[in-house]
């Protein structure tokens, strides 16, 4: 929570870091090192990129930012510039050899763990509460889930299994399908959160009308309806540029869907399924939930009704750290941190819904909201203006809420995400929300 102590704050950080490594380990010893230096998708780095820059990352900050220490290897920190060198270059450069990616990235580590010892949790804002460890172990989270997601992309043999969500949490919704979130002002942002990012600082008032959202994400089986009512086939439910991106594009259906006789079917981590009705809709653009809010009669939640939603208890009028509460995530109640490779069906996570009845908000899929990624009154780029603010403005839309590939470090209420509207590959669905007054 927002208020341990430093030794506990210095053991949540080393547990985090080692947990980052665990699943990057996962990640890349699990396909074969000709696997590791493709490129899988000219969207996506190869694997090997992202390990040899987690590891860059990590020396950067901790051993010379925290620890004042001399680069280990100069040359190669332009090579793990992710503004340098754009996704569809990197294969090309002369990165490090699988073998010499992974002894760099552990050779760091074990440095970096000394430094997490011997420094203390106050005096610069930089090792205050261990903001730069928990900074880095969600920087290598989020690696983690852009590995995912290149995985996802990846063809051949399935390399990764997880289990299904089971009978505890995955459970039949007979609830309403919306509800009325009240009207007014509510906290939104963090400035108590140790290891929140810049971007989601500071803590300010904001007033929210109130508005209808809907009690699960929306379903396959509903984006079944909106497809088969001819929903990409009619400009009229679509923004002229998500229109164009449709028709550039020949787009029919969400990333990794195909038509087999009549049915549905979609690639999931190298296994071809039917798709599952009851589960959340992925792999869908920002255009394209969109699109179905529209043909719903309903529209896309700002990002500010979303975290009302997700946070604001209306019987104490304070904003918590999560739906349920301020304590953190556990497996009952919420789908993070890839111990599934799936959302699990709408209306699961009884024991994560929040004071009004929302559900799945944290974890299972991220959620697109209709608003731009624009900085908060108040806003200070910390520690580096490349973090956030170089994003800033109307070309990115934010995500909220994390996905079954978010680790819980990464995934508070506050946290934002942010991607250009065409983006399919990542794990994003939608839920969708409407004016009270329509009544
Ligand atoms: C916050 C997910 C948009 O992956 O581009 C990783 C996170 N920043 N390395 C990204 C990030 C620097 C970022 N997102
Ligand atoms: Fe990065």
Known sequence: ????????????????????????????????????????????????????????????????????????????????????????????????????????????????????????????????????????????????????????????????????????????????????????????????????????????????????????????????????????????????AGWAMVRDGGLDSPLFWRREGGQWLRRHFGVTEPVPPDEPVVHVSWYEADAYARWAGRRLPSEAEWEKAARFDPASGRSMRYPWGDADPTPERANLGQRHLRPAPAGSYPAGESPLGVRQLIGDVWEWTSSDFLPYPGFAAFPYREYSEVFFGPDHKVLRGGSFAVDAVVCRGTFRNWDYPVRRQIFAGFRTARDEEDA
């Open 1 to 240: 929570d927002t208020t341990l102590d430093p030794e506990a704050l210095r053991e949540r950080a080393r547990t985090a870091l080692l947990a980052a490594r665990d699943r990057t380990t996962l990640l890349t010893s699990c396909v074969e090192g000709p696997e590791l230096t493709a490129q899988h998708s000219p969207l996506m780095s190869p694997l090997v990129w992202d390990l040899a820059h987690i590891g860059n990352q990590e020396e950067q900050w901790l051993l010379r930012a925290v620890a004042g220490r001399e680069a280990m290897r100069p040359e190669i920190d332009p090579l793990y510039d992710a503004f340098e060198h754009p996704r569809s270059e990197r294969p090309k450069l002369p990165l490090l050899a699988p073998d010499e990616a992974r002894e760099y990235a552990a050779e760091v580590r074990g440095r970096a763990l000394d430094v997490l010892d011997s420094t203390p949790f106050h005096g610069t804002r930089l090792t205050e509460a261990g903001f730069a460890f928990g900074m880095i172990a969600q920087h290598e989270q989020q690696h983690d889930e852009t590995m995912l997601i290149t995985h996802q992309l990846r063809t051949g043999a399935p390399a990764l299994t997880a289990p299904d969500p089971g009978p505890q949490v995955s459970v039949a919704f007979h609830g309403p399908s919306e509800v009325l979130v009240p009207g007014g002002p509510f906290t939104m942002g963090t400035s108590a959160e140790p290891w929140a990012l810049d971007n989601e600082r500071p803590a300010h008032p904001r007033l929210v009308p109130p508005f209808h959202i809907d009690t699960t994400p929306v379903t396959n089986g509903a984006y079944l309806r909106f497809m088969a009512d001819g929903g990409y086939e009619n400009s009229r439910w679509w923004t002229p």
